[in-house]
């Protein structure tokens, strides 16, 4: 059964704080995703990335960097956590095809106080 | 630019009608079109996807979607809901490496 793991559901923390969300596929898949969800605006891309060491930009990508060293492994930073980051992130993997599915994990939502 | 609209924030039916959530899309070239729910607490699940071929696409759990391209609609619907189908449904059409993803329609179904 395919996998993506995101390693903390629940998240706390402070303004200004660097925040580390981990995300891992067993799926040895290429593309993975940063999202977030917020109420009525759907999924909104953060960064993705293609390829190890790769990375681009996404809709929304002020305030976050992300690393991929590994294949299976895609991170995303918050450099300083501000309120306004507080929401539901979404991380995604897939095959190199458009016509494939995206698998999700389960998410992590993180309050920023 | 790709968009994809969901018009209705929350579908509520009965158990054992049918239901539709709509969904419009706007892309350049060929369509690829998905349908996604989420449970509560959880990560987005794939329901079913139109690539080329058969408009009327079946997926799980008893959902099938229609592919309308003179309406650039790809509507959700089942013949008879269940209680156990609430939840969050995302319409999506991906094209390169995005995908991008409708505002998401909560379904309701009472018993």
């Known amino acids: 059964d395919v996998k993506v793991t995101q390693s903390s559901r629940y998240l706390v923390k402070r303004t200004g704080e660097k925040v580390f969300l981990e995300c891992v596929q067993d799926m040895d898949h290429e593309n993975m995703f940063w999202y977030r969800q917020d109420p009525g605006l759907g999924l909104r891309l953060i960064y993705f990335?293609?390829?190890?060491?790769?990375?681009e930009k996404g809709d929304i990508p002020e305030g976050y960097s992300v690393s991929r060293e590994k294949k299976e492994r895609f991170s995303l930073i918050l450099e300083s956590a501000s309120t306004n980051q507080t929401s539901m992130y979404l991380c995604?993997?897939?095959?190199?095809?458009?016509?494939?599915?995206?698998?999700f994990g389960a998410g992590t939502r993180l309050s920023v106080l | 630019a790709q968009s994809v609209a969901q018009p209705e924030d929350q579908v509520n039916v009965a158990e054992g009608n049918p239901l539709t959530v709509k969904c419009t899309y706007s892309?350049?070239?060929?369509?690829?079109l998905f349908w996604y729910v989420q449970y509560p607490n959880r990560g987005l699940q794939f329901l079913l996807k139109y690539i080329t071929g058969d408009n009327l696409v079946k997926g799980s759990y008893g959902f099938e979607a229609e592919f309308n391209k003179s309406q650039t609609s790809f509507h959700l619907k089942k013949p008879s809901a269940l209680v156990s189908d609430s939840a969050l449904y995302f319409c999506?059409?991906?094209?390169?490496?995005?995908?991008?993803f409708g505002a998401g329609t909560r379904l309701f179904v009472k018993a």
């Open positions: 990335s293609y390829d190890v060491k790769m990375k």
């Open positions: 999506a059409v991906r094209g390169g490496f995005k995908t991008i």
């Open positions: 892309v350049s070239g060929n369509p690829y």
């Open positions: 995604a993997s897939t095959s190199g095809e458009a016509k494939n599915i995206q698998y």
